[in-house]
Every structure is written in structure tokens, then in C-alpha cells.
């Protein structure tokens, strides 16, 4: 069946980077619009960026100028580059894939602090 598998969460200090992947597999990343999300604790999941499928992107004004998604169609895996990270980007985050039926990875968890 269809997988979405996140990577690449930890924690970080404030004003660090990380950068998380999204590999797929029995779906092809570059057919469709790929999206990350992100939950923090008590709060509702959000969108954070989006990709369309002829490379287009946009960002949530929170993560605007810090955070770049972005996908290598061979590898078949989506990527979130994110630098400056705050402790309010401390979040489990999600990679979905658009289409005909949406698929949502399992998440991976942010933590930035100090």
C-alpha cells in the first residue's frame, strides 16, 4: 500500500536548522501536490507549505522566509529545509500527498529549545 515516511525530526537550539524527508513509496511524489503540515501540543494541525506539481510553492506567513519545501523526483521524496527554527515551530510534523486520495505520513517530531 501506499507509504509516507517521515524523517529527519529531533531537537534543536533555537536559530538551528533541520531539514526533514518525506519518502514515499507505492506513489509518485512528483504527480501530485505535496503538502507538510504541522501539530503542535493543544493546538490543531496546520499548514505550513505546499508544492504543486510544476514546482510552484507557498508558505504559511509563519515559516515564510525560513522554511523551503522542496522534492527530488528521483529519490521520490519530499523535503521541508528548515532554518531559524523558534520553539513556537515545536511541533510533530506531517507530509500529506494530494490527489484522487490523500495520504498522510506517520509525523515526525520538532522540538526547539534551549
Known amino acids: 500500500q501506499v507509504q509516507l515516511v517521515e524523517s529527519g525530526g529531533g531537537l534543536v537550539q533555537p536559530g538551528g536548522s533541520l531539514r526533514l524527508s518525506c519518502a514515499a513509496s507505492r506513489y509518485v511524489v512528483s504527480r501530485y501536490t505535496m503538502y507538510w503540515y504541522r501539530q503542535a501540543p493543544g493546538k490543531e494541525r496546520e499548514w505550513v507549505a505546499i508544492i504543486g506539481r510544476g514546482g510552484d510553492t507557498n508558505y504559511a506567513d509563519s515559516v515564510k522566509g525560513r522554511f523551503t519545501i522542496s522534492r527530488d523526483n528521483a529519490k521520490n521524496t519530499l523535503y521541508l529545509q528548515m532554518n531559524s527554527l523558534k520553539p513556537e515551530d515545536t511541533a510533530v510534523y506531517y507530509c500529506?500527498?494530494?490527489?484522487?486520495?490523500?495520504?498522510w505520513g506517520q509525523g515526525t517530531q520538532v522540538t526547539v529549545s534551549s
Open positions: 500529506k500527498g494530494g490527489g484522487p486520495t490523500e495520504y
